[in-house]
């Protein structure tokens, strides 16, 4: 079993910036796969990053790309979420999920076999 726990959300200014992190138990966090994904009132989730598992490769939604990095630190567990240049339509819950069983990073949903219970990111215009 794996837990994530994001952290990090908050109220923004519209051009401001956020960072969210996201924690994993376990000793295995290197094996995992990990992406970020979100969603807003009345929307169906959405990919918006994720990562390989040792942190060399990354993939974007076009929306995020430019304004987002993600990375990760495998000692502490965490991954994280950098969201400058932050724009009212990012307002959304987003998630942090651990794909466990491939090597497979991107935008499907149905690879990632962990998920945390999601941290709020509002930003104001």
């Known amino acids: 079993q794996v837990q994530l726990v994001e952290s990090g959300g908050g109220l923004v200014q519209a051009g401001g910036s956020l960072r969210l992190s996201c924690a994993a138990s376990?000793?295995?966090?290197?094996?995992?796969?990990m992406g970020w994904f979100r969603q807003a009132p009345g929307k169906e989730r959405e990919f918006v990053a994720a990562i390989s598992r040792a942190g060399d490769n990354t993939d974007y939604a076009d929306s995020v790309k430019g304004r987002f990095t993600i990375s990760r630190d495998n000692a502490k567990n965490t991954v994280y979420l950098q969201g400058n240049s932050l724009k009212t339509e990012d307002t959304a819950v987003y998630y942090c999920?651990?794909?466990?069983?491939?090597?497979?990073?991107?935008?499907?949903?149905?690879?990632?076999?962990?998920w945390g219970q999601g941290t709020q990111v509002t930003v104001s215009s």
């Open positions: 376990g000793h295995t966090f290197s094996s995992y796969a």
């Open positions: 999920a651990a794909n466990s069983r491939t090597y497979y990073y991107g935008p499907s949903t149905t690879a990632y076999d962990y």
